[in-house]
């Protein structure tokens, strides 16, 4: 039966279907390298899920086409857009983000375009932002000027379908 409900959903259009992960431990560690995004810059993944709690990080202002969004606020608005849709791609929301990491290399000239596009993202109650962790590195990869990393709840619901 299950099978014959997963043969259809090709069916269906690609946005019915939740996305598969690329590969599951023993111990059931999912990880998402999804093909229509950026190409992980190296030997990591883009997202991975065990238990109740998603995993994203290394999420920087990459377009799908594997170039860097303009410095500034279209490249810290993409950094936070692609962890957003790699949430979306498993249909876990953003106020179910139970905690935001970011890395900047100039505090100051950084932080309140991230704050801009967490209101962007999140709106303006005050209550329902994420926790967060902010801090000022020497350096990223490719010289970029933010990294974000977020973890969610993302509860096995009845009907995932999830190794
Ligand atoms: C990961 O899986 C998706 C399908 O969910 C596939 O399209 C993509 O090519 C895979 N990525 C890699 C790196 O194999
Ligand atoms: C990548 O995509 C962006 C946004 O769509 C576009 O402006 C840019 O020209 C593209 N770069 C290449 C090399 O295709």
Request: hydrophobic share 40%; aromatic share 10%; with cysteine.
């Given at each position: ?12 259009g ?32 883009l ?43 498993v ?5 179910d ?39 000022e ?12 990393e977020?973890?969610f709840?993302?509860?096995r619901?009845?009907g995932?379908?999830?190794?």
């Amino acid at each position: 039966m299950r099978f014959a409900i997963l043969s259809l959903l090709p069916l269906l259009g690609p946005s019915m279907a939740v996305l598969q992960p690329n590969y599951t431990s023993s111990a059931g560690v999912s990880i998402y390298n999804p093909a229509d995004f950026f190409t992980p810059t190296g030997p990591w993944s883009l997202m991975s899920h065990a238990g109740d709690t998603l995993y994203i990080a290394g999420m920087r202002g990459i377009l799908p086409n594997n170039t860097l969004a303009p410095v500034g606020l279209p490249r810290v608005r993409q950094a936070y857009q692609n962890m957003a849709e790699l949430a979306e791609m498993v249909e876990v929301e953003l106020y179910d983000c139970l905690r935001l990491v970011v890395y900047t290399t100039n505090m100051e000239e950084y932080r309140d375009l991230c704050n801009q596009v967490q209101i962007e993202l999140w709106g303006d109650d005050v209550n329902s932002y994420p926790p967060r962790t902010i801090v000022e590195v020497v350096r990223l990869n490719e010289d970029d000027i933010v990294e974000v990393e977020g973890t969610f709840y993302m509860p096995r619901k009845r009907g995932r379908r999830e190794g």
